[in-house]
């Protein structure tokens, strides 16, 4: 994917924010419809956002020093780089996206999940997110890199552009649409 950075960096914002406005809508929802599962072995709305606050628990931090940290100036357009593109794509809904098992520490499948706490939590982190991706207007898309630090069984020995990390964490949360 190739794109105008400015614009790729508008777009993922203007999806966060339709996120977040979503999430305030959870929270008018009671606890009972929250926390229900269609099926034992699915999770409850509740529990998705939870999975996703976890994972961003992970990077958001990174993301942060990093771009603070970044001497590279923005460039024009950003093109996803192999691995990164094919995260974000597989992460899509349709048909070739794939399920993934969640590691252990991110299922938060049968947790005593607090209403209040977890979308609290989560609409921090989005507007951590929103912040963020305002400071990463200043810095080159494709030169700033995190670890993919989720994976410590397989060998890795790159980084992932922080583009394609926008762009996985903001698909990540398209369970909302």
């Known amino acids: 994917m ?43 709305a509740l529990e998705c956002v939870e999975h996703l606050r976890l994972y961003a628990d992970l990077y958001l931090n990174e993301f942060e020093e990093n771009i603070k940290k970044s001497t590279s100036s923005c460039d024009d357009y950003f093109k996803s780089g192999l691995i990164g593109g094919y995260f974000a794509k597989s992460m899509l809904p349709g048909e070739k996206s794939f399920k993934m098992k969640t590691f252990a520490s991110m299922n938060p499948g049968n947790s005593e999940l607090s209403l209040e706490n ?14 963020m991706m305002e400071d990463a207007k200043a810095v080159s898309l494709k030169t ?31 369970f909302f649409d």
Not at 118 to 130: D, S, T
Not at 147 to 159: R, T
């Open 144 to 174: 700033v890199k995190i670890p993919l630090s989720v994976m410590p069984l397989i060998k890795f020995s790159g980084s992932i552009l922080i583009g394609d990390w926008f762009i996985k964490v903001i698909v990540l949360s398209r």
């Open 118 to 131: 977890v979308l609290n939590a989560f609409i921090k982190q989005e507007e951590k997110l929103l912040s």
């Open 2 to 44: 190739k794109k105008l950075s400015d614009q790729l960096l508008e777009e993922l914002s203007q999806e966060t924010q339709q996120h977040l406005d979503k999430v305030f809508q959870l929270k008018k929802l009671s606890s009972e419809k929250l926390n229900f599962k269609p099926s034992p072995k699915k999770w409850s």
